[in-house]
Nanobody, 115 residues
Framework: QVQLVESGGGLVQPGGSLRLSCSAS????????MGWYRQAPGKQRDLVAIVTRGGRTVYGDSMKGRFTLSSDDSKNTTYLQMTSLKSEDTAVYYC?????????WGQGTQVTVSS
């Protein structure tokens, strides 16, 4: 089992920044990929950013240049730094971890971009 705990969501004005954190525990050695997805009301869950065990990072098209995914292996924590936030970034952000056996999801954290 892998447990994922997210933090850092909230309300931010357009153009602002926010950092999300996801701490993993349990069978973390089995994680092959880890990152974030998001889901806006009435829409499908989309990729935000994900990093492989080998260090390759993939970003969703609308996040490139604005969002940065990083990791602190000593803390088993992944960070999503979001800048130049737009109203369309408003969504529930979910931490995601993939193992050879199954995917794992965090409980989600709300990010609202509004003036």
């Amino acid at each position: 089992q892998v447990q994922l705990v997210e933090s850092g969501g909230g309300l931010v004005q357009p153009g602002g920044s926010l950092r999300l954190s996801c701490s993993a525990s349990g069978l973390i050695f089995s994680i092959n990929r880890m990152g974030w997805y998001r889901q806006a009301p009435g829409k499908q869950r989309d990729l935000v950013a994900i990093v492989t065990r080998g260090g390759r990072t993939v970003y969703g098209d609308s996040m490139k240049g604005r969002f940065t995914l990083s990791s602190d292996d000593s803390k088993n924590t992944t960070y999503l730094q979001m800048t130049s936030l737009k109203s369309e970034d408003t969504a529930v952000y979910y931490c995601y971890a993939e193992t050879p056996f199954r995917p794992y999801w965090g409980q989600g954290t709300q990010v609202t971009v509004s003036s």
